[in-house]
């Protein structure tokens, strides 16, 4: 090659590299920091499942039309399920570290606890691992989306079938913080609107290693259902010691009003089968969600999504396309206000998706029922699905929420 010819393929080499270099100094920062359990009991439904969704949404999110005008970045931060810890991550992520959007953000406490900074900063929450009906009530704000579920879905999922067959007098096993306040409150309102009652309920500390005296407070109570007001490993712990104590072979039926596919595989169908719970998202429920299902497995050791995974994936991927369509995700009320203008749209995991104007994403709820052992062909084949809610009626009326943006 002479001398000119290296010059000029020198050149243009130098060139390309320039315009590659300013074509990534003109790309759009977006980073969204998912903010989850990753070690403690909460850890299974969300942790590092969220965070892996969470690249997963930003993966398919690249290959859309205009993506490359965005560089997406995605961290991830511990909260410890502390209302503080919380939302001192979360205003130094977005106070110094360039955090525009929270995902995941398990425990009711502490999505109350960062609720309101979001706004004050006018970034956006993702709420797809929060259960009180309340960030959708009095705690609304302009900048927070509720996806997955909530405390009101649940108990009328739930409550309302077991009432409707014949569970009549109830008593409750619930957490002490606002999880488990949501949860028995608004199941208990349905229980008495369909003619039932509550016989008594106890409080018990998050993480609880012991259940033994709050499950023979419950069998002594004589009611026929016994509802966990619970989650994660407490639920898990709770079903696992009934099932010791023989509660369910003496007549008692177990509500677990908050569960996970992930604690049904904890407990094993021998132990968990013929539970009723409602959820928002099953992986074998179509083809796209058996894609998504068994995509997110092969990167996460066999392990299939719960729904506060998919609700991270389908959350974050909505929320950048929103990004895209305002150019920037600075104004974090911009932002949301565009996932709602998207109307009814069709999400690839929870089907028709609409987000109100109080942040609650309506979409169809399902009623299920965990196999039996012989009943389950494939691996995380474990439940069967009584009944789909409807989104315009599995979720809270907008009139009845109390949320202070609704005139």
Not at 109 to 133: D, R
Not at 135 to 154: E, I, M, R
Not at 224 to 249: C, H, Y
Request: some cysteine; hydrophobic content about 40%.
């Amino acid at each position: 090659m002479t001398i000119r010819n290296t010059v000029a393929v020198s050149a243009v080499a130098l060139s390309l590299g320039l315009l590659s270099a300013q074509m990534a100094s003109a790309q759009t920062p977006v980073k969204l920091g998912v903010l989850a359990d990753m070690s403690g009991i909460f850890s299974d439904i969300g942790g590092m499942g969220s965070f892996d969704a969470t690249k997963m949404a930003v993966e398919d999110f690249n290959k859309l039309p205009g993506a490359d005008k965005f560089k997406v970045e995605v961290i991830q931060g511990d909260p410890q399920n502390k209302p503080d810890i919380a939302r001192n991550i979360a205003r130094k992520w977005y106070e110094t570290e360039g955090v525009d959007v929270l995902v995941d953000i398990p425990t009711s406490a502490t999505s109350l606890a960062v609720a309101p900074l979001t706004a004050e900063l006018n970034k956006v929450a993702l709420f797809t691992a929060s259960g009180t009906s309340d960030l959708t009530g009095k705690a609304c704000t302009p900048n927070s989306v509720h996806w997955t579920y909530d405390t009101w879905a649940l108990a009328h999922g739930t409550a309302d079938a077991m009432t409707k067959a014949g569970g009549k007098s109830w008593f409750f096993l619930t957490v002490d913080f606002a999880l488990g306040a949501s949860l028995e409150r608004d199941a208990t309102a349905v229980i008495n609107a369909n003619g039932g009652k509550v016989l008594g309920s106890i409080k018990h500390p998050t993480d609880s290693n012991d259940f033994a005296s709050y499950l023979l407070q419950a069998q002594a109570s004589k009611a026929e259902v016994i509802a966990l007001a619970n989650a994660g490993g407490d639920t898990i712990k709770a079903i696992k010691q009934a099932s010791e104590f023989g509660i369910v072979q003496a007549g008692q039926k177990l509500a677990g009003m908050l569960m996970f596919i992930s604690d049904i595989h904890s407990l094993g169908l021998n132990t968990a089968q013929g539970l009723q719970l409602t959820e928002g998202f099953y992986w074998d429920l179509n083809e796209q969600t058996r894609s998504f299902g068994e995509r997110f497995a092969k990167r996460n050791n066999g392990r299939y999504p719960s729904m506060n995974q998919a609700g991270a994936y389908s959350a974050s991927l909505t929320y950048l396309k929103a990004v895209a369509k305002v150019g920037s995700p600075k104004d974090g009320a911009a932002v949301v206000k565009a996932i709602r203008e998207m109307g009814t749209f069709d999400d690839p995991l929870f089907g028709k998706t609409t987000l109100r104007e109080d942040g609650r994403v309506l979409h169809d709820m399902y009623l299920l029922q965990v196999k039996k052992p012989a009943e389950s062909k494939k691996p995380y084949d474990y439940y069967n699905v009584l009944a789909t809610i409807p989104a315009d009626t599995a979720f809270r009326p907008l009139k009845d929420g109390g949320c202070p943006l609704i005139k």
